[in-house]
T-cell receptor
């Protein structure tokens, strides 16, 4: 099982739609979790951290289920500018590796 | 928030040559890392750049191929040596501004094409 696995995508959704991305991780000792956004030909940028109790930032909601080793990202009222690749990122707390990145899920929001 | 500047932003190089990528952070950071992102793939950690000592390389990466320097707490370089087309990739410098549980922040990346 890969360390971090994400929905393969791509997701093509109309403006205004709600879309959810899922991610599973293999290391049960992992303690910190993040969602990053990567635009085409750009570096990844932190979208939000994921907290145990779940957290919300505007139209974005992140959830963590430690028992199932599962993380989700919900985007409400999708905008054209949300089109990007969303990376699920986990800190496995092993050795010197700071973060492990999923392959990403591509989202295209269509007018 | 802190700024991570990376250069060059892109380069096209011939097989067998070497390229050095520079990364400058505008504040002191404890940890800096170099990642590679091949086309259609996720980010892969190359090494941790240790200040004042040899870098710590991940499995599959060696110092002879990817020598790294980190002379101080704000600067690091990655050299891609004796390049082949398989080295064509995006190389990303990153830094931790807090502890290991903090998120990483990235430079703008270097898009390398080897012909």
């Amino acid at each position: 099982r890969k360390e971090v696995e994400q929905d393969p995508g791509p997701f093509n959704v109309p403006e205004g739609a709600t879309v959810a991305f899922n991610c599973t991780y293999s290391n049960s000792a992992s303690q910190s979790f993040f969602w990053y956004r990567q635009d085409c030909r750009k570096e990844p940028k932190l979208l939000m951290s994921v907290y145990s109790s779940g957290n919300e930032d505007g139209r974005f909601t992140a959830q963590l289920n430690r028992a199932s080793q599962y993380i989700s990202l919900l985007i409400r009222d999708s905008k054209l500018s949300d089109s990007a690749t969303y990376l699920c990122v986990v800190n496995p707390y092993s050795g010197n590796t700071p973060l492990v990145f999923g392959k990403g899920t591509r989202l295209s929001v269509i007018a | 928030s802190a700024v991570i500047s990376q250069k060059p932003s892109r380069d096209i190089c011939q097989r067998g040559t070497s390229l050095t990528i520079q990364c400058q952070v505008d504040s002191q950071v404890t940890m800096m890392f170099w990642y590679r992102q091949q086309p259609g793939q996720s980010l892969t950690l190359i090494a941790t750049a240790n200040q004042g000592s040899e870098a710590t390389y991940e499995s599959g990466f060696v110092i002879d191929k990817f020598p790294i320097s980190r002379p101080n707490l704000t600067f690091s370089t990655l050299t891609v040596s004796n390049m082949s087309p398989e080295d064509s990739s995006i190389y990303l410098c990153s830094a931790l501004f807090g502890g290991l549980s903090s998120p990483l922040h990235f430079g703008n990346g270097t898009r390398l094409t080897v012909t």
